[in-house]
């Protein structure tokens, strides 16, 4: 007896279903993304998003390029990386080419140190860079650069040796409790870096860092609401890494922005990019910026959304519901509209405000093309031109082009019979 | 014949509807004093031939 | 432009919360820009550096709120800024719609809802009400083209449930007042209707109104119920119902002739009904009692409201005339009949009906076949009598213009005249019509002026006989009540205007343009 394809991409789609939720993310260390990003070779910065090249990146993200040079010695400045990267003299890689990912410009040069995310279930490993609110967003200033200087001399050192010190963090953990307390893990990761920062204090003197590192990275940690987000975006990489190259399985294992296109991966065509282009984002501003400032939509965080948090749990984080307009009844429908396109509930990620249901886990292509119902992301705002912090955020949905081109190549595929 | 089976219900309680299709009739029963939520709904795959083609094998 | 700013102390709110307080601050008249932010060292310098003069000599720290404005004029600003605590209350702004997509989010929505309304197109139809029905909910089914297989699984389903389905294909009902599809505003009263079509519905519900007496519930149950293939399912359960209903005292079941084991089926539970049951098959040709036990049996209706007003206890006159309190719409005297027939020239003898409603149109055609006269129609009584093309009259013929033929891809003739407008001109274009046979249908979720998109078409009908030195009688029937939005009064007027004679019933305006030809056909 055969069995028909639909069957057949209904368990390909439960084992990538149970290979997310199955992940046990552990962060095991903090180190140059040179010494363990495979394939990131020198003069090379990896970035957020599907491919792209210099000549048509996004301007926030040329803007990020070009500090990238200027952090790693490459060039003096801005004009002169430009110069560099026009002359095609340093290399551009998208970051999840290398199990990498990064928010949104997402760069990623040899020296910038990365965390290291293993998940200790299927034994691979992913790596996401720092967040912060300038460089990633395009701003090449000193004072921008400046902070990755720190990061990787004096804080990243510092977490490197408490992490080594206690033989690894489990991650899981922090994540549970976390969307138990308003976090949604991507624009709200305020209770996961409280955690994470508690988490990591003692070992930090344990290991025998230095006061002054010390004190520095306590304070760079503690007045830091979004420093979890680079984990918990390394933490989705990781488990929807192991999800990745099912044969059969219609699941989305990647959404990833770079400014110009949106793209998605699916685990049955692994390796393979669907894009369109990246919608504008409906938002709020920051002082200074208003409508006319954006780019379009930037960054590999949507990898938060790609294994069920972030927009699709927005209902668990109430202090950020402003997004969606203000009503927790809003939030809560855009999470129940999320199950419309997902292969189940996750059994240990829960949700308050859903009665403690579990978050949403494994976007099929096939529900989403059927139903018309698209993700729902939430993120940051970067400037259309380089040069700019960030400048606000809000809510966008993937485009359906996506997800039309990958069940054409899905079926051109697998329905040959 | 018992008397609370949900037809009987639906006779003596008043009309709280769902509206799925044509919005028209949902105005109409707002119009009324109705309960009612309108169900926005699209066809699968938005009406998109090919797509509704390729689901019908995968889906 | 001017910065204007104010510090609140030891205020905490969110900084997604205080964008969105911005945002809205900054489409205040007179407000070019504005921040309102939590004053960390960074947020200051972020200020100062968009332009915001003077924000870090306020003396705000870490745990203090900044409001700040760059304003056209001061006083803009301060009243703003007087008004702060307003502004920082819980937002106000209006909630952007989230759009339900699903029966499942309509439900968690509304809990309580009791009843499905499904018109989406007949392919997706059936699955729409599959899932209605399972998540508990009555189904009023208006789509059509949904299969006779899905049709029954669907009733087997929902008695299962103690649930109903009304339809497929139905277009109204009334529930407890409330009508839903095309209904029409009418008043409650002792009355229950069943009936397979929404036109046969909106007849007798008008005309029970029109009587002086009111309408319970009237409950449609879809063209084919009654037919073998489903066994009269839905019209079983309405019986169930209505007579278990404390404020029906009447009921009146409206079809086409049922299957024959289907007619006995019905027979036998309307004979067990302790309530009195009145049926009107139309179309039925061999003879029916006038009554037996619970049963009165009526060929047409305006026989069967009139039999339903009485057996609740009203009074329709002798022949069903009009109380005091409806409005009158005939316009037809007995001296009519002779009037129009003196205008007409040798060789025009035929009948054209261009229809709105279904049932109107078959209830037509069997006035004029039992006047002996053969009618063809698209939707005929018989299978012989089927119009060859059902765009090109000959002799008697009766167009249904709402069948599916006519609405694949177009509105439905209750909802938009265009095609019958272009009908009746296609009509009047041939020198051997004598009468035009029309309905105007008003009610709920019907065009909101039947009678004046028509009415152009009319004179024009009338202009292009006349142009050959005859006359064309235009005979028209309203369904309405005098509650319906559009009013009919209004539209009677319309009609009149136009060179219509207008009659309160469909029944009538086809016994007049049946007189009218009697004895021209030849």
Redesign the interface.
Known sequence: MTISIKEKIEAANAEAFNRINAAEPVLVDIVPAGDVVPGLEDRMVLHAGPPVDWKHMSGAQQGAVMAMAMFEGWADSHGQAGQLLDRGEIKLDSNHHHHAVGPMAGTITRSLPVYVVENRTFGNRAYCRLVEDRQQFGDYSQDAIAELYNWRDAWAPALALGVRHMEGLALKPIIAKALQMGDELHNRPNAASAIFAGAMAAPMIGAGVGKDDLTSTLNYMTGHDLLFLGLSMACAKSAADAACGIEYSTVVTAMARNGKEFGIQVSGLDGQWFTAPAPEVDGLYLPGYGEGDAGLDMGDSAITETVGWGGFILAGAPSILNLVGGTPEEALAYSREMREITVGLSPDYLIPALGFQGTAVGIDIRKVVQTGILPIIDTAMAHKDPGHPIIGAGLVRAPMECFHQALRSFAARYATE | ???D??????????????????Q???E??Q??G?????????????G?A??LA??E??? | MLTESIVLPNRYLDSVFLMRVAKRLAGEPGIIQAAVVMATPKNLQVLADAGYAGVDTLGASVNDLVVSLQAETREGARAVLDSMDDWLQRDSGPVGATMVRTLDQALNAQPASNLAVVSVPGEFAAGEARSALESGLNVFLFSDNVSIEDELSLKEMAREKGLIVMGPDCGTSIIGGAGIGFANVVRRGPIGVIGASGTGIQEVTTLVHRWGSGISHAIGIGGRDLSDAIGGISALQAIDALEADPATSVIVLLSKPPGKKTRSLIDERIAQCSKPVVTCYLGILEAQPAGNGSATYTRNLDAAASAAVKLAGGDTGADGVETQETVSTDSASVDSVSIERALLMPGQRYIRGVFAGGTLCYQAQQIIRDAGLTVRSNEPLEKGMKLEDSRRSTGHALVDMGADEFTRGYPHPMVDSSQRAERIIAEANDRQVAVLLLDIILGYSASADPAGELAPAIRQAKRLAEQRGGHLTVAASICGSPGDPQGLETQTERLRDAGAIVFSTGLKAAQFATAVVSGRDA
Request: hydrophobic share 50%; glycine share 4%.
């Open positions: 014949m018992e008397k089976t949900p037809i009987n219900e639906l006779l003596q309680k008043p009309i709280v509807a769902i509206n799925i299709g044509v028209d009739f949902a109409a029963l119009d009324q109705v309960r009612v939520v309108n169900v926005t709904w699209s066809p699968p795959a938005g998109d090919e797509m390729i689901l094998k995968l889906l």
